[in-house]
C-alpha cells in the first residue's frame, strides 16, 4: 500500500488544471475554466474546472470529482494508479507501507515479469521490422493479411523465430532471472532442464493491461501445422489471469466511453481489423467464455454490450454463454452475427468500415430474444422441449434483479409470452420463482438484516408511489439541506465573530434540527467530527476523503453551474457586486431558511395532529402552534420576508 505520507504529499502537489488540461482543452472564463466535456459528446462546453476548489464538474452529463477520480473516470485507472500515475508526474518518490513478506515476494516477482514483458515485447518487434527473416515470413504474412504498418506498431505485433533459443539466449544474456522466465511462458523447459523459446515461428500479439503495461502474449502460428496449435497463451501468473483479461481494452477504453457501446469479438485479429479500419470500442474475449470479471471490465466503461461473431452453430453458442451473467451485471446485450462464413476480421476488410458499421446497426438483435428464438427452433413441435424452453427463458429473466432494471423485465415477460403465446402473468409467477430459489439459496450465508434487503431488492416491486407533493417537499428540504452544508464548506473555518468560528454557529443554529437526507447528513456529521478534532476540514481535504459519496457530495455542492461575470463591478460601478464579502449574510440566510423550512414542517405535522386530537391533547397541541409560530415569525423578520400560507 502506498503511505499516507505520499498520498499527503501528492495531494499537496496536485494542479487539476496542469492535469485536466492534458485530456481536454480548456478556456478560461472568471475564476474557473471551461471546456468539452471528455465523458459524453457535447457541441457546447458544460464541462468546468474550479483551480481554486480542485474540482471539476459537467453540468451536462454530472460526471464531478478531484484530479484523482478524473484520472480514474478518464483513464479508467485503480485509486492506486492514479496515485503513481501523478507521483510520476510530479517526480514524488512513493513509499511503500510495511507489507507481509508474502505480498513484497508477489510484488516482486509482478515487477520482474512486467521487465522480461517488454524486454520480450522489444524483441520479437525488431525481429518482426529489422531481420531478414521476420520481414520475409512474419511481416509478408502480416500484410498478405491487410494490416498496415500503422496498425502493427500501434499494437506492437512481433515475431518469435523458428528457432531453437534465440529469445532465451537474449534474455539470459540480459541476466534475467532463468528461475522466473518458464513463469512468463516465453520459455520453456525440456525434459534435460534445458531452456528453449516457446513461440518458436509465431506471429506475436502482446496483451496489454488497462493502464498499457504488457502482462502477457497471444502466439499464432504462420500458415498451418496440424501437429501444433494455432495460437499459444501465456499460462497464468501474478500479472496474466485470462479470466480477468480483455485483449486490446488498453487501447479501446476511450472509444467505448465515447459511444457508449462495446463492441466484443472473439479474436486478435478482428479487434487490430476493427481498429485499422476506425472502429476502435471494440475487444476480444480470446474465444473463451464470457467471465463476471470480463463483463465488470466492460461495464466500467459502458452498459451497452454487441457481441459480434461467426454467424455458424459455433459462433452462435459461443455469444449465448454468459448471457445469464450479463444480464445480472446489468449491462443491455445485443447480437451481431456475420453472414457467410466471415469474421470480423474478414468481413471488415471486404466491405470496409462504412457497411461494416451499417451491417452491424441493422442487423442487431435483442440477445434475450434471439436466444429465445434460437431454443424455439431447436425445439420445434416437441411439447416436453418447448417447456423447457419456458424455464430456461424464466430463469433467465429471474436474473434481471435489479430494483432500476423492473421495467425492462416486465418488457421482457411481455415480450416473450407473447413469442411463446403463453399468458403473461403464468410467466411472471414461474420469473418471480426463480427469483426466489436462488434467494432462498444466498440466505443462508447471509445475516438477517442483509437478507431483508436483499428480498425486497429481488422482488424487483417498485417502493410505493410518492404523490408529487411529497416528493417536491423532499426536494425542497434536501435543496435547503445543501445550502447550508455549503456556507459550512466554504465559510466554517472563518471567524463569525470574537468568540466563536461559522462552523460553531452553524453546529449551535442546527443543534435542534435534523438533516433527514442520509447522505447529506453523513456529510455533516463528517465534517463536525472533524473540526472538533482540530482537523480544520475544508473542501480541498474532504475531496479526497476515502469515502466516495462524501467526494461526490462536496463536488457537487462546492461547484455552481453559472458563475458571475467579471464585467459586473465595471458596469455597476462602486457596488462591488464581485469583491464584496458576504459570508455573512450568506451564512445567515442559509441558516434561518433552513431552520425555517423545518420549522414549517412542524409547523404543519401538528396542525394535522390537531385535527384528529381529544380535548387535552388539543390543548397541549395548540400551545406548540403558538411557539411554532412565535418562531416562525421571528425567522421571517430576520429575512425580511412575509411567508404566505
Given amino acids: 500500500m502506498i503511505s499516507q505520507h505520499t498520498i499527503q504529499q501528492i495531494t499537496n502537489r496536485i494542479d487539476i488544471i496542469d492535469v485536466v488540461g492534458e485530456f481536454v482543452k480548456l478556456k478560461k472564463r472568471g475564476t474557473n475554466y471551461i471546456g468539452l466535456c471528455p465523458f459524453h459528446n457535447e457541441k457546447g462546453p458544460s464541462f468546468t474546472v474550479s483551480p481554486s476548489k480542485e474540482i471539476y464538474k459537467c453540468f451536462g452529463c454530472g460526471k ?80 498478405e493479411r491487410g494490416f498496415r504498418d500503422t496498425v502493427i506498431d500501434k499494437f506492437q505485433l512481433g515475431y518469435n523465430p523458428d528457432t531453437k533459443d534465440t529469445l532465451t539466449k537474449a534474455l539470459l544474456a540480459n541476466q534475467f532471472n532463468a528461475e522466473l522466465l518458464p513463469k512468463t511462458g516465453l520459455v520453456s523447459v525440456r525434459n534435460n532442464n534445458e531452456l528453449v523459446d516457446n513461440y518458436r515461428g509465431r506471429i506475436i500479439f502482446p496483451i496489454h493491461n488497462i493502464s498499457g503495461k504488457i502482462i502477457g502474449f497471444g502466439a499464432r502460428i504462420i500458415g498451418k501445422n496440424d501437429h501444433a496449435p494455432k495460437y499459444i497463451n501465456t499460462p497464468e501468473n501474478e500479472l496474466y489471469v485470462k479470466s480477468k ?64 461473431y461467426d454467424g455458424d452453430n459455433a459462433g452462435v453458442k459461443a455469444a449465448l454463454r454468459g448471457l445469464d451473467m450479463a444480464l445480472e451485471e446489468g449491462l443491455d446485450v445485443r447480437l451481431v452475427l456475420i453472414p457467410d462464413n466471415e469474421d470480423p476480421d474478414s468481413y471488415v476488410n471486404k466491405v470496409g468500415a462504412k457497411a461494416f458499421n451499417e451491417f452491424v446497426a441493422a442487423a442487431k438483435k435483442d440477445f434475450i430474444i434471439f436466444q429465445l428464438e434460437v431454443m424455439l427452433r431447436e425445439a420445434g413441435g416437441d411439447v416436453t422441449k418447448k417447456s423447457n424452453v419456458v424455464n430456461q427463458v424464466a430463469e433467465t429473466l429471474s436474473r434481471i434483479n435489479r430494483v432500476e432494471d423492473f421495467t425492462k423485465q416486465q418488457d421482457y415477460i411481455r415480450q416473450c409470452a407473447g413469442i411463446l403465446r403463453i399468458d403473461e402473468n403464468g410467466l411472471t409467477t414461474l420469473v418471480n420463482k426463480y427469483k426466489r430459489e436462488r434467494l432462498a439459496k444466498e440466505e443462508k450465508q447471509l445475516p438477517f438484516e442483509t437478507n431483508r434487503q436483499q428480498a425486497f431488492e429481488s422482488t424487483g416491486q417498485q417502493p410505493e408511489h410518492v404523490p408529487d407533493e411529497a416528493q417536491l417537499l423532499f426536494l425542497q428540504d434536501e435543496a435547503h439541506e445543501r445550502n447550508v452544508l455549503r456556507v459550512l464548506l466554504e465559510y466554517g473555518l472563518r471567524s463569525w465573530d470574537e468568540t466563536r468560528a461559522v ?5 449551535e443554529e442546527l443543534e435542534q434540527f435534523h438533516i433527514e437526507t442520509p447522505q447529506l447528513e453523513k456529510l455533516y456529521e463528517t465534517y463536525k467530527s472533524q473540526y472538533y478534532q482540530g482537523l480544520e476540514p475544508n473542501p480541498k481535504t474532504l475531496l479526497y476523503h476515502d469515502d466516495e459519496t462524501i467526494r461526490q457530495l462536496v ?51 401538528n396542525q394535522r395532529d390537531m385535527e384528529t386530537a381529544g380535548f387535552d391533547d388539543f390543548k397541549r397541541l395548540l400551545e406548540v402552534h403558538k411557539h411554532l409560530k412565535a418562531i416562525e415569525t421571528e425567522l421571517t423578520k430576520k429575512i425580511g420576508t412575509v411567508i404566505l400560507k
Fill in 64 to 143: 464531478s470529482g478531484n484530479t484523482i477520480t478524473f484520472l480514474m473516470e478518464h483513464e479508467k485507472y485503480s485509486y492506486v494508479e492514479a496515485l503513481r500515475w501523478l507521483a510520476a508526474r510530479y517526480h514524488i518518490e512513493v513509499e511503500e507501507t510495511e507489507t507481509s513478506a508474502e505480498q513484497k515476494q508477489f510484488l516482486q516477482t509482478a515487477d520482474s515479469l512486467y521487465v522480461i514483458n517488454n524486454f520480450a515485447q522489444k524483441f520479437f518487434t525488431e525481429q518482426l521490422l529489422h531481420t531478414d527473416n521476420g520481414k520475409a515470413i512474419a511481416l509478408s504474412y502480416l500484410r
Fill in 245 to 308: 483479461i480483455l485483449y486490446g481494452s488498453y487501447f479501446a477504453r476511450m472509444a467505448i466511453d465515447k459511444a457508449d457501446e462495446c463492441l466484443l469479438v472473439e479474436g486478435y485479429t478482428d479487434v487490430i481489423s476493427l481498429h485499422q479500419a476506425g472502429i476502435e470500442n471494440v475487444v476480444a474475449s480470446g474465444g473463451t467464455s464470457l467471465t463476471t470479471d470480463q463483463l465488470r471490465l466492460i461495464k466500467k466503461y459502458t452498459n451497452n454490450l454487441t457481441i459480434i
Fill in 503 to 507: 462552523a460553531e454557529y452553524i453546529f
Fill in 555 to 605: 463536488t457537487g455542492i462546492t461547484l455552481p453551474p453559472y458563475e458571475l461575470s467579471q464585467k459586473w463591478d465595471e458596469v455597476m460601478e462602486g457596488m462591488n457586486i464581485l469583491n464584496r464579502d458576504t459570508a455573512h449574510q450568506d451564512v445567515l440566510m442559509s441558516v434561518n431558511y433552513f431552520k425555517l423550512r423545518k420549522i414549517k414542517k412542524m409547523f404543519e405535522e
